[in-house]
């Protein structure tokens, strides 16, 4: 079955730098691209973007670029998304989700980013 | 790109059949049929109930429906059950090939 499974939840201070990881299982990981949404303490769902999936190409939605990075290693089904110079505003859980139609069918568990000092 | 306008809360008895509101432009709903909406219960990720305006994924029960008339999206569930009380985000693909969220819909099973 398909199944996406997010890294753990981390606590940074101001400043530094997390990556997050999505496992894919259950299908081949270059079939579908793989998305990214972030949703803060008791807001709701902001995209951030996408990663093709075939070429690793990223794309970033408004408020993203610069200090969020997409990638991927295929060799482990597994994409990744970095954030650099963390800021306490950057506190939430992050998602990843599968997307074979504009539309995201399997959705990561979500890694809580804390961001503290 | 402005997220997509949806109430900040609906509610229901059980039984009853309620209608969410997704408010768009032409640059996203009204001129694409690429809408989707997602269920989040609290500390769960989210579960798409229904992709392309109106298509059901695998697996989620036909008391979803999905419509869209001009730049509105709409969700109405059927036959309100009290597990349906959740969050309710509707999304759009736009003309400047990104996607947006509306802001979310607190559904109240009384």
């Known amino acids: 079955q398909v199944q996406l499974v997010q890294s753990g939840s981390e606590l940074k201070k101001p400043g530094a730098s997390v990556k997050v990881s999505c496992k894919a299982s259950?299908?081949?990981?270059?079939?579908?691209?793989m998305n990214w949404v972030r949703q803060a303490p008791g807001q709701g769902l902001e995209w951030m973007g996408w990663?093709?999936?075939?070429?690793?190409?990223?794309t970033y939605a408004q408020g993203f670029t610069g200090r969020f990075v997409f990638s991927l290693d295929t060799s482990v089904s597994t994409a990744y998304l970095q954030i650099s110079s963390l800021k306490a505003e950057d506190t939430a859980v992050y998602y990843c989700?599968?997307?074979?139609?504009?539309?995201?069918?399997?959705w990561g568990q979500g890694t809580l980013v804390t961001v503290s000092s | 790109q402005s997220a997509l306008t949806q109430p900040a809360s609906v509610s229901g008895s059980p039984g009853q059949s309620i209608t969410i509101s997704c408010t768009g432009t032409?640059?996203?709903?009204?001129?694409?049929?690429?809408v989707s909406w997602y269920q989040q219960h609290p500390g769960k990720a989210p579960q798409l109930m229904i992709y392309?305006?109106?298509k059901w994924p695998s697996g989620v029960s036909n008391r979803f429906s999905g419509s869209k008339s001009g730049n509105t999206a709409s969700l109405t569930i059927s036959g309100l059950q009290a597990e349906d009380e959740a969050d309710y985000y509707c999304?759009?693909?736009?003309?400047?090939?990104?996607?947006?969220f509306g802001g979310g819909t607190k559904l109240t099973v009384l």
């Open positions: 989700a599968r997307d074979p139609f504009y539309g995201f069918d399997y």
């Open positions: 259950g299908y081949s990981i270059t079939t579908y691209a």
């Open positions: 990663i093709n999936t075939n070429t690793g190409n990223p």
């Open positions: 032409s640059s996203d709903i009204g001129g694409y049929n690429h």
């Open positions: 392309d305006v109106s």
């Open positions: 999304s759009s693909y736009t003309s400047s090939s990104t996607l947006v």
